[in-house]
């Protein structure tokens, strides 16, 4: 039974402001962060606030986690946001893993004391949800916030 719910960050919770903007998160982030000492986060990154709210609801009934590639989330700015959301947030940067191997998603398993089968992996990338797949983990493509709630849901059973 699912009491976890694992969540990327990258074009999951966090967008770049810029419809038009094609690269990482994180690569605009470095970007950002060589040209000045400090930006203004907000200025060139928005939050998936629907999708916070709902893991808010959620976090009533489950431990709601991050687990994220990079580095980005740890900008003062939106970890003030954030950190109050979630249980966990974890990134293979910490970590020296990779979340295109499904080891990976065993190690966070039994980094949040959890069985493979009691967590729902959502990610926007698809070789990610595949390695997730591979380790025993629920998942769900991130298309877009109607979407992954109404998939929640349904895996869930809170309809």
Known sequence: MINTILSDFSFVILFPRSKTYTGTLNGLHTKLTKQHDTYNFFDYYELNQKLLDFYKKLGSKYSINIFTTGFVQNNPAVMEIIKPIFDNICSCADYGIDKRNPEAFKFIAE?????????????????????????????IHYKNFAQVQK????????I
Request: proline share 0%; hydrophobic share 45%.
């Open 151 to 158: 998939e929640i849901k349904k895996l869930l059973s809170m």
């Open 111 to 139: 980094k949040l004391g959890k069985k493979a089968d009691e967590i729902l992996f959502i990610d926007d990338m698809e070789k990610n949800i595949e390695a997730a797949k591979k380790a025993g983990l629920a998942t």
